[in-house]
């Protein structure tokens, strides 16, 4: 097996950076969409045969380091008892939005085993194939509670953060809820053979530096150190998206791997984690709207930027946009590989 | 005249922290809804008198200490040739995007007096009444720009981006005469009274620190020297939206006092500043759906962090929200002042 992502992930040295693409198999790939125009998003999250299928589309086609599992946050969130639904048109819809103290009551935890046993499955079926490891995932809680406040995506987080101020205990019950879900979530996970975890804090960036350590922060750190405990150890990668301006908070996240937007300087980044870790990303995923020329420059300048972290796993620093043309893609995998391996 | 907010703009000592809001004239007043429902937007923004009674309401009713011309940005953009609508459900849309050279070559200078009299007379109106001082404003080129490119607000700027990619002269060429109407409109704002201009850099948080400093950060700062060669010197704010991971190239525009988003620390942010520039904002719009006892702790925490800045311009870290119960809009203004009078 390919094991440069994982001697990455460990901080050893690699003889060449590791790459991978934030939402690799997805809209942007006609394979992707071949697979899609037969079902739904939610059935293709819950077939393990597709969903290993599109998650190893992206290894062949751009010659990524390591595959993700396709699925979606919201996955182990639907049998907590939200009623979901992926529009076309509006994206992720929870129509029974959590706002009181029985909307939280009414909810329970999950086992994965038998709420989400299809995702179990695509990893076993993953690992049986795949020759490059396997991140799995979960949103963090505070991503995840957003999504079941406002009831889908939100501009602002109103509903969220007017729960936050006005009725903090009811916030924080849901936190701890949903933490000891995404918990319970990741072991099985690990469990069923994932190499590696990412915890996606997409929104917490909507929160300032003094609020995401009370309201946000605590319950990552839970979760990490809960997933330390797992019988197999594996690295995790936290990536709080939107958060350049809070780096010492999240720092103290307790993760192995820091994931960084396209918003900082990266080597701005690894002096702000105090060059301890690893880092993961910082190309801005409209840069791949260029040239051979200039995708080429901005992955040397990215290369170079990371060089006093332990290691640095070149990725996009959100996920990769449907109109993303894919041999703009795949010159930035192959400009990953050909410029870290000259330079090292 | 009320000049706390002048004297804490030129970063000398005053008895209270000066506190307004940004669209501190908009849809969360009843006051300002009655106005409007009589008017669309566009005729509101192009009508001296509407624009000057909305302008004065937030000062009677919040108590702050500045008023802010009502206009909007995308008002100058308007006579360079550019067709523009407000959509109730979109938001601003320009039904011709500049995609190409020859779009660009269609473009014009402006010459406010004689395209956007409007703007000029409002202030003109607003100097004889108002009893604070009155900020003038525009917004920055590369946001203006995304508008133009986009054909209205943008989730990603892919059209942009490509554009900065791909036909870097053509970005450069249209933002070199973005950049000449703003100057033109900001000495115009000048002559015409306003006691302190705003540059709103919105989107510019879109980019990389490093595309920060190619494709907008000489624009800015050229029509920052320009402004200052005004003959009426004025003080100068200029406010990078989503720019806390990019506070050592922000920094760099040239402006008197710095505009603050929620996303940092003030007291970091302060210190990113070199403890040498006045502050300006920090407070999260959204805490306005707090209680009175967390909008006022709040106040306190965010006073206390800018306490090593020359001086402090209590603001929101964005816009308020249509949403906003207006008492707690007026909670925050009266925690600011008592606060700060107290602890002074």
Chains 1, 2 share one sequence.
Not at 23 to 51: H, I, M, N, W
Not at 108 to 133: F, G, H, N
Not at 198 to 221: C, K, M, N, R, T
Request: glycine content about 6%; aromatic content about 10%; charged content about 20%.
């Amino acid at each position: 097996m390919n094991d440069v992502f994982l001697r990455a992930c460990a901080g050893r040295k690699t003889d060449y950076k590791p790459v991978w693409l934030m939402r690799q198999a997805g809209r942007y790939l006609p394979e992707y969409q071949k697979v899609r125009s037969k079902v739904d998003f939610l059935t293709l999250c819950k077939t393990p045969e597709l969903a290993a299928e599109v998650t190893m589309q992206p290894v062949d086609i751009l010659n990524v380091d390591v595959a993700i599992l396709f699925s979606d946050i919201l996955i182990p969130v639907e049998p907590m008892g939200m009623r979901l639904e992926f529009s076309e048109n509006r994206g992720p819809i929870f129509h029974n939005p959590v706002r009181t103290a029985a909307d939280i009551q009414a909810l329970r935890a999950i086992d994965s085993p038998t709420d989400v046993p299809y995702v179990l499955e695509a990893i076993r079926l993953l690992k049986q194939s795949l020759k490059v490891p396997l991140i799995g995932f979960s949103g963090a809680p505070f991503t995840l509670a957003t999504y079941m406040i406002e009831g889908g995506s939100s501009r602002n987080f109103i509903h969220t953060k007017r729960m936050m101020y006005q009725a903090p205990d009811q916030f924080h019950a849901l936190m701890k809820l949903v933490s000891s879900v995404v918990t319970e979530y990741l072991l099985a996970q690990i469990r069923a053979g994932v190499d590696t975890v990412q915890i996606f804090d997409s929104w917490v960036g909507a929160l300032s530096p003094h609020d995401f350590e009370q309201y946000a922060l605590p319950y990552v750190q839970e979760i990490i150190r809960a997933v330390r405990q797992a019988e197999r150890k594996v690295p995790i990668i936290y990536f709080a998206f939107n958060s350049s301006g809070m780096m010492d908070q999240v720092k103290k996240a307790g993760a192995d791997i820091y994931g960084l937007d396209w918003r900082i300087d990266i080597a701005k980044a690894v002096d702000q984690l105090d060059r301890k870790y690893v880092v993961q990303g910082n190309f801005d995923p409209c840069a791949l709207f260029g040239t051979r020329e200039t995708i080429h420059a901005e992955v040397q300048r990215i290369l170079e930027g990371a060089r006093y972290a332990p290691n640095h796993i070149f990725n996009l620093g959100h996920g990769i946009l449907p109109e993303t043309p894919v041999d703009n893609a795949k010159a930035m995998v192959d400009a990953v590989h050909e410029i870290s391996l000259r330079a090292l």
